[in-house]
């Protein structure tokens, strides 16, 4: 077994969130394991960027209202205690509602040479908003 103290809180990267987003990573892939989890904070309008992951991602609310959206369209709103799935290679988006903040602790498998994660253009306005709808 081993204790990990909690990590500090970082604001996360202008390049990949729109808004004030602030991230905890809380256990990095150590052989054999490819594990990654990260716990991150969306203030209400603050959202990812369209992005995909080589091996999937599991999202898990554990306060407020968020919104995980596919490029087909599809809209899921999350709320504490729901998990969203989202498969390797799909373009997605998630982030809090309009109105409330979300947090959600990110679950993923690193590829051996990073964490598999395609980072994309940034989410509209007009998209965002059309998700709140």
């Not at 490819?34 to 999937?56: D, E, K």
């Not at 982030?95 to 409330?100: K, L, P, Q, R």
Request: glycine share 10%.
């Amino acid at each position: 077994m081993k204790l990990t103290a909690p990590s500090k809180t970082a604001t996360a990267p202008a390049q990949a969130f729109t808004g004030d987003v602030y991230v905890n990573p809380i256990k990095q892939a150590e052989e054999p394991s490819r594990l990654l989890a990260s716990i991150v904070r969306f203030t209400p309008g603050a959202r990812t960027n369209w992005h995909s992951h080589a091996l999937g991602q599991t999202l898990h609310c554990t306060d407020g209202l968020g919104l995980v959206v596919s490029r087909d369209g599809t809209v899921i709103r999350m709320r504490a205690g729901d998990t969203v799935w989202t498969p390797p290679g799909e373009e997605h988006w998630h982030g809090g509602t309009a109105d409330n903040m979300m947090c959600h602790l990110a679950m993923l498998e690193g590829t051996g040479d990073g964490d598999g994660t395609s980072w994309l253009e940034p989410v509209t306005d007009e998209q965002y908003q059309a998700a709140n709808a």
